[in-house]
């Protein structure tokens, strides 16, 4: 193989595989953000979520402890809701599509 065959190989890879790197960047950071978010709100309200998940729309995290469950919606204004698990006497999940 000679060194021009190499280098448009190479190009052609970061051409490719680039936006796709930069792509997953930009998703850790955003999921970062609500995870730091939804710690922040968790500190207002004395709770220390153990378990945490992150989607495009919600961040949720439970406190297995205070059986108390945190919920920040980044997408309006960084809205959130604490729920008590406690006062839960049944519960639905409505699904779109």
Known sequence: MDLT???IGLGFLII???PI????????KKQKAKTKKL???SKKHNLS???????SMIAIGLDPNAKQV?????????AFEVV???D???CRIRTSG
């Open 49 to 55: 979520p153990e378990v945490v998940e992150t989607t």
């Open 39 to 41: 710690f922040e709100v």
């Open 21 to 28: 790197a930069l792509l997953i960047v930009i998703q850790k």
């Open 88 to 90: 839960v006497k049944s």
């Open 70 to 78: 945190v919920v920040v919606e980044p997408r309006r204004n960084d």
């Open 16 to 18: 490719f595989i680039g």
């Open 84 to 86: 008590n698990l406690q």
């Open 5 to 7: 065959t190499i280098l």
